[in-house]
């Protein structure tokens, strides 16, 4: 009985060793397994705009992760700015755009923001639009 105790306790000190290189084995964090966009830029100036004229701006972007890039939505700061995105997945390494359309209906100076979401840790990203709207002639 003396014997099967010691070999029991010398089994316990193996056993923890053991355990805790599963436990550091499995924590460690795999690798980056979603989209990654990449603006190349995240502001537009539309300088001046005529009263009550649309402006377009298209937002240039790329998939730098290594999974597709999903956009799930993307929302402006207001009504008078609609943005339009690809709803299809885009590959790793492609690129896609946002075109912001613009109502300048309101005379005056205008800073607008659309955030962008998608399925990486970087969401949502937010883009920016400004400029002046020209007062209309009386």
């Known amino acids: 009985m003396c014997y099967y105790k010691k070999n029991y306790r010398g089994f316990k000190f193996l056993i923890l060793p053991v355990y805790i290189f599963l436990l ?4 460690s964090t795999p690798p980056s397994q979603e989209a990654v966009i990449h603006f190349n830029t995240l502001e537009h100036d539309f300088r001046t705009l005529s009263y009550k004229k649309l402006a377009e701006y298209s937002f240039e972007y790329s998939n730098s992760g290594k999974v597709p890039l999903v956009i799930s939505d993307v929302k402006a700061s207001c009504g008078c700015t609609v943005p339009e995105w690809p709803k299809k997945p885009l590959n790793p390494g ?8 613009y109502d300048a209906a309101s005379p005056g100076t205008f800073h607008k923001e659309i955030k962008v979401h998608y399925n990486g840790s970087g969401s ?9 709207v020209e007062y209309p002639d009386m």
Do not use: F, H, M, N
């Open 94 to 101: 492609s690129k896609g755009e946002i075109i912001i359309t």
């Open 24 to 27: 550091l084995a499995c924590s």
């Open 124 to 132: 949502p990203v937010v883009l920016k639009i400004r400029g002046q």
